[in-house]
């Protein structure tokens, strides 16, 4: 391989854009697996959140679990979010930054 050749390693098996409740995204990057494994998890805790104050959780709720799943596990993680999406304040883009 040239040394002015790169590696780069596509995901195509995997949709980069997750829907974690019926109007909040998130837009992976980084490890599919890891950024699965933590969508995944925000998903049941913000079902348990709307379980259990019979609302749902606003945009900002969704950025910090998120935030907090993936920063309390950064060591483990190679992964960054956007989370997205609209509530009763309005329209909301977070950016979670690159965790390596």
């Not at 391989?1 to 997750?18: A, F, G, H, Q």
């Not at 950024?35 to 749902?56: A, E, G, K, M």
């Amino acid at each position: 391989m040239s040394p002015l050749v790169s590696v780069y390693v596509e995901n195509r098996c995997s949709d980069k854009i997750t829907q974690l409740t019926d109007n909040i995204y998130v837009c992976r990057s980084g490890s599919a697996a890891d950024s699965q494994v933590v969508s995944d998890y925000v998903r049941h805790f913000l079902h348990q959140h709307t379980i259990q104050l019979w609302q749902p959780a606003t945009v900002k709720v969704v950025a910090n679990l998120s935030r907090l799943l993936s920063y309390g596990n950064k060591n483990m993680l190679q992964t960054g979010l956007i989370v997205g999406g609209w509530d009763k304040y309005g329209f909301w883009l977070q950016l979670l930054v690159w965790i390596l």
